[in-house]
């Protein structure tokens, strides 16, 4: 009841409204920058990664600001008034804010550290996509298949996040096409490398790699031509797989090179 007198005394009644007003607007600012942003990021997709960072920043500031100025008008701070709300807020509020405070923390950690940024393409765990939000409290992952998963920004210091682009337009693509082991892969390697190189996918201008190893699937061993390219944009990496194993799948038919198969050997004829 005590504590309860406490915020009575440090609140101003006429000021909630106030507080609760600059808050909405600081909410419909913030929308606003993102969706600028967005719109930017459209018009010069060049530049994107750098305007939707930059705009991340910017909504941390307007809410720093906001939540500042709406705390201004609805609590009394004087020098009696900050020390009573400080004790009933580290009492109150120390345990059920832990976590949410660590996800600040964290997500501050993050924007200077820059391990990723939003419109980079990231895994974490058995999760792939693009950063499409990154937030005080987690960040936001849209899938290649358009699911939006949310990762509390504590896991992602925690955690091991690998990230393909490292803030770049372009991006490394793995491709693996597997082949018989008695097929023709001289072929196999010509016909790769021709999809590759035709693809109007494919950024030619960074280095890339036909890797050919002799591998176990299952049963059956194989040789798998893995193709190492970059992808022109993030937005066309599928578009490049689809392109390319489109074209080497098409070839391999015509040429009539086939899919690994069990072989068998002949047995030795049984001594007499």
Same mark, same amino acid.
């Given at each position: 009841?005590?504590?309860?007198?406490?915020?009575? !005394?440090?609140?101003?009644?006429?000021g909630?409204?106030?507080?609760?007003?600059?808050?909405?607007?600081?909410?419909?600012?913030?929308?606003?920058?993102?969706?600028?942003?967005?719109?930017?990021?459209?018009?010069?997709?060049?530049?994107r990664?750098?305007?939707?960072?930059?705009g991340?920043?910017?909504?941390?500031?307007?809410?720093?600001l906001?939540?500042?100025a709406?705390?201004?008008?609805a609590?009394?701070?004087?020098?009696?008034?900050?020390?009573?709300?400080?004790?009933?807020?580290?009492?109150?509020?120390?345990?059920? =804010?832990?976590?949410?405070?660590?996800?600040?923390?964290?997500?501050?950690?993050? =924007?200077?550290?820059?391990?990723?940024q939003?419109?980079?393409?990231?895994?974490?765990g !058995?999760?792939?996509?693009?950063v499409?939000?990154m937030?005080?409290? $987690?960040?936001?992952?849209?899938?290649? %298949?358009?699911?939006?998963?949310?990762?509390?920004?504590?896991?992602?210091?925690?955690?091991?996040?690998?990230?393909?682009?490292?803030?770049?337009? $372009?991006?490394?693509?793995?491709?693996?096409?597997?082949?018989?082991?008695?097929?023709?892969?001289?072929?196999?390697?010509?016909?790769?490398?021709?999809?590759?190189?035709?693809?109007?996918?494919?950024y030619?201008?960074e280095?890339?790699?036909?890797?050919?190893?002799q591998?176990?699937?299952? !049963?059956? @061993?194989a040789?798998?031509?893995?193709?190492?390219v970059?992808?022109? %944009?993030?937005?066309? !990496?599928?578009?490049?797989?689809?392109?390319?194993? $489109?074209? @080497?799948?098409l070839?391999?038919?015509?040429?009539?090179? $086939?899919?690994?198969?069990?072989?068998?050997?002949?047995?030795?004829?049984?001594?007499?």
């Amino acid at each position: 009841m005590v504590e309860f007198d406490k915020i009575l !005394e440090v609140i101003r009644p006429g000021g909630i409204v106030s507080g609760i007003v600059v808050l909405g607007f600081t909410w419909l600012l913030a929308e606003a920058i993102r969706k600028g942003m967005a719109t930017w990021s459209a018009r010069w997709p060049s530049n994107r990664l750098v305007l939707q960072h930059s705009g991340s920043l910017l909504r941390y500031a307007v809410w720093g600001l906001g939540a500042m100025a709406a705390l201004f008008l609805a609590v009394d701070l004087s020098r009696q008034a900050l020390t009573a709300l400080a004790g009933i807020i580290a009492v109150a509020g120390g345990f059920a =804010l832990k976590d949410v405070a660590t996800s600040v923390l964290a997500g501050i950690t993050l =924007l200077v550290d820059r391990p990723f940024q939003v419109g980079d393409r990231i895994t974490f765990g !058995e999760h792939y996509g693009e950063v499409v939000a990154m937030g005080l409290r $987690s960040v936001k992952l849209m899938t290649l %298949d358009h699911n939006l998963v949310t990762i509390p920004n504590g896991r992602l210091l925690t955690d091991v996040v690998s990230c393909g682009n490292a803030g770049a337009i $372009s991006m490394m693509v793995q491709l693996d096409f597997h082949l018989g082991v008695d097929q023709d892969l001289a072929a196999a390697r010509r016909i790769v490398t021709d999809a590759i190189t035709t693809s109007r996918y494919a950024y030619l201008r960074e280095p890339w790699k036909l890797v050919v190893s002799q591998v176990t699937l299952g !049963e059956v @061993v194989a040789l798998r031509l893995r193709a190492k390219v970059y992808v022109l %944009d993030l937005g066309y !990496e599928k578009d490049l797989e689809t392109d390319v194993t $489109s074209k @080497v799948t098409l070839a391999f038919a015509e040429a009539g090179l $086939s899919p690994p198969a069990i072989l068998h050997r002949p047995l030795p004829a049984a001594a007499a």
